[in-house]
Structure formats: structure tokens, C-alpha cells
């Protein structure tokens, strides 16, 4: 009978651990989180980050659509500005399989082995958004979020998969008090 109530825990712990996006955060201990209640777009950073104008509006969008669930509100006069920063790197995997028969013991060269080896190369691109949280009036930063994941060309895709990176991230804002 426990294992049935213990199913469902465990089920959850799978799909969780499926997820795509590593996410990582760091804050200032000395900060309230409490008192931000308001945001806006830090656009001289925003402008200076390197990918499509359209993958921008969909990560502004998509940190919109978190703030809001959150309470928060944009400003005019901001108790917080956000930036976002973006890097990608191709990644390469190769792998060999070897798929011969044969005889032979030990390792090395097999004059007995026939068939080969098959090698398999296979590329990705790791993208990682960085997302800061700086306090408007003292001009620091107080909180960063960063997501880690592979990106896709796929357009159908790439919304949905801003829309996970984004909401993992956020997830971690407010931090917990201890």
C-alpha cells in the first residue's frame, strides 16, 4: 500500500529530472526582495545582446509574462531594470562503436576481426540566458538567473523552448528566506 502513495512522489522526481534547462541563480543576502515591486527593460543592455530581434522579443515577453505572475508590475520608474545577456556554443560528441566479429584475445590489432568500426559524429548548440535583476536606484546588481540548455533552429519550438528556459529561471526569483 505505501508503494501505490509513493508512486505518484516518484513519478514527479522522473519528470522533473527529464526537464532540459539547468538553472542556476545568485543573489545579494543584504537585499529585500520584498521592496521591488515594479520593473522596466534596461534597453542599453538589451540593445547590446547578439541575436535576433525576434528571439528578444520573445525572452522580453516571456520575463513579462513571469514578473506579472509574480505581482509585479512595469514602470516608468522602476524598482528594478532588467537585463539579459545570451552566449551559445557548438558542442560535438563523437562516438565509436566497434561493429566487427571475429577472433582474437587481448587488445590492439585484430587481423581476425572482420567488419570495422563505426563512427558517429553528432553536433549541438548550448545556449545559456543570463538574466539580471538590478536595483534601479543604487545601480547594482541584486539578483542573476541563468539557464543552460540546447537551443533549437526549429521555429515551431523556439518559443516554447524560450518560454521553459525563462520560467525555470525566474522560478529561483524572489530567493527563499532562510
Known amino acids: 500500500m505505501k508503494a501505490i502513495k509513493l508512486l505518484p512522489v516518484l513519478l514527479l522526481f522522473v519528470i522533473a529530472s527529464c526537464t532540459s534547462v539547468k538553472v542556476y541563480s545568485d543573489y545579494d543576502n543584504n537585499v529585500d526582495f520584498n521592496q521591488y515591486k515594479t520593473y522596466a527593460f534596461h534597453k542599453k543592455g538589451i540593445d547590446r545582446v547578439e541575436i535576433s530581434e525576434l528571439d528578444k522579443k520573445r525572452i ?91 537551443l533549437t533552429e526549429n521555429r515551431n519550438e523556439k518559443e516554447k523552448q524560450i518560454n521553459e528556459f525563462v520560467a525555470k529561471i525566474l522560478e529561483q526569483f524572489p530567493p527563499k528566506a532562510k
Open 60 to 150: 522580453l515577453n516571456a520575463i513579462d509574462t513571469e514578473l506579472s505572475r509574480k505581482g509585479m508590475t512595469k514602470s516608468e520608474n522602476p524598482d528594478l531594470l532588467i537585463n539579459i545577456l545570451t552566449k551559445e556554443r557548438e558542442r560535438i560528441d563523437v562516438n565509436q562503436y566497434n561493429a566487427g566479429w571475429g577472433y582474437g584475445w587481448g587488445w590492439g590489432w585484430n587481423p581476425y576481426l572482420w567488419g570495422g568500426r563505426s563512427t558517429y559524429v553528432t553536433s549541438s548548440t548550448e545556449g545559456t540566458l543570463y538574466i539580471d535583476l538590478i536595483d534601479a536606484k543604487k545601480k547594482e546588481l541584486v539578483w542573476q538567473g541563468e539557464g543552460i540548455g540546447y
